[in-house]
């Protein structure tokens, strides 16, 4: 009955979480909800599940992951450990894999996958705190902790552990800064978040150009600034995320 009644708990926990960060379920009732959201009953069901293995129940846990992931797309190991008010946003191709920890209030979008590096035995997966944030497409691969608070880009591959209340993109991730801060808020501007490799290349072309010029000044030559150099200049323009 204790089982029975956390994960009653769990579940209107992650219904509120659904409501509460995603704009296209505003006044959308719990059971619209409970019935169309891939997410929230990829969770559900995960929820049933891992309850089940706690409990010493077999081969039902996986019966039930796999029919949910047929279902929703969403591939949850019944083993992995998730806490309060989670919320997968679309949800399609989501794996989290079965040493997988996740902390309270943290939202996954689609295409994002908790995974491991080999075929070694034991915690393989990795574990994320509070209050985390992982774009769409993003890859968590090993044992790694991303810290409470942190944001990751999307697309980003990250294999290394993630400093609390740091946003981190780019193959493979690096943590990065705005205006000398942070990205920080709910709706950070996925789009136009700096680029490490881009910034490190602008750098290198700057020197290089300097060294050009001042060998053309040792020749007498023309100042090295001819057509051939390209600048390398932020994006700009309207954001899909609303910027």
Excluded at 23 to 42: D, F, R, Y
Excluded at 89 to 112: C, K, N, P
Aim: with cysteine; aromatic share 2%.
């Amino acid at each position: 009955m204790n089982a029975l009644a956390r994960v009653l708990h769990e579940i209107k926990a992650d219904v509120a979480a659904a409501r509460d960060r995603d704009p296209a379920a505003q006044g959308v009732s719990t059971v619209e909800i409970l019935v169309s959201w891939a997410g929230v009953q990829a969770l559900l069901a995960h929820r049933v599940a891992h309850a089940l293995r706690e409990a010493g129940v077999p081969i039902a846990p996986r019966c039930i992951a796999y029919c949910a992931r047929a279902v929703t797309g969403v591939e949850i190991h019944p083993a992995a450990r998730i806490g309060g008010e989670f919320f997968i946003d679309h949800g399609s191709g989501v794996v989290i894999g079965e040493t997988a920890e996740i902390g309270d209030r943290v939202t996954l979008y689609q295409g994002v996958t908790l995974g491991g590096t080999g075929f070694q035995r034991g915690k393989r997966h990795p574990t994320l705190g509070d209050n985390v944030t992982v774009g769409s497409g993003a890859k968590l691969l090993g044992p790694i902790a991303v810290g409470d608070g942190a944001k990751i880009g999307a697309n980003t591959v990250v294999v290394e552990d993630v400093p609390p209340d740091s946003t981190v993109v780019g193959n493979p991730g690096h943590p990065v800064k705005v205006e000398g801060r942070p990205v920080q808020g709910p709706d950070a501007d996925w789009i136009h978040l700096p680029d490490p490799i881009a910034e490190a290349i602008k750098t290198l072309s700057a020197r290089i150009a300097e060294v050009e010029r001042r060998l053309a000044e040792l020749d007498g030559g023309e100042d090295g600034n001819g057509d051939g150099d390209a600048e390398l200049s932020p994006r700009t323009g309207r954001s899909s995320a609303g910027g």
